[in-house]
């Protein structure tokens, strides 16, 4: 069956950088949009970033020009470079997979991103 598996999470401080990984399994990886979502305490999940099985990218107004999202197919793994983070990304973040826009498709567990001094 598919399964994704985050990993990367953690604490940084104010301005600092973390890289979440995305491990999938039990699917055509290629073939699929793959997406970074968050949810805050108390908040909406919402979508920070995505990217297409072309490559095409996608990313929130809040973290443009500060997050950047890349796959690797031979790895079978999506990547989320942070930088510059600041303490409203504190949030869980989670991967999707989805092979059409409309699909609501596989979720991993998430992983924990604290930004705090």
């Known amino acids: 069956q598919v399964q994704l598996v985050e990993s990367g999470g953690g604490l940084a401080q104010p301005g600092g950088s973390l890289r979440l990984s995305c491990a999938a399994s039990?699917?055509?990886?290629?073939?699929?949009?793959m997406t970074w979502y968050r949810q805050a305490p108390g908040k909406q999940r919402e979508l920070v970033a995505a990217?297409?099985?072309?490559?095409?990218?996608t990313y929130a107004d809040s973290v443009k020009g500060r997050f950047t999202i890349s796959r690797d197919n031979a790895k079978n793994t999506v990547y989320l470079q942070m930088n510059s983070l600041k303490p409203e990304d504190t949030a869980v973040y989670y991967c999707?997979?989805?092979?059409?826009?409309?699909?609501?498709?596989?979720w991993g567990q998430g992983t924990q991103v604290t930004v705090s001094t």
């Open positions: 039990g699917m055509i990886f290629r073939l699929y949009i």
């Open positions: 990217i297409t099985s072309g490559g095409s990218t």
């Open positions: 999707n997979a989805k092979v059409t826009p409309t699909t609501t498709g596989y």
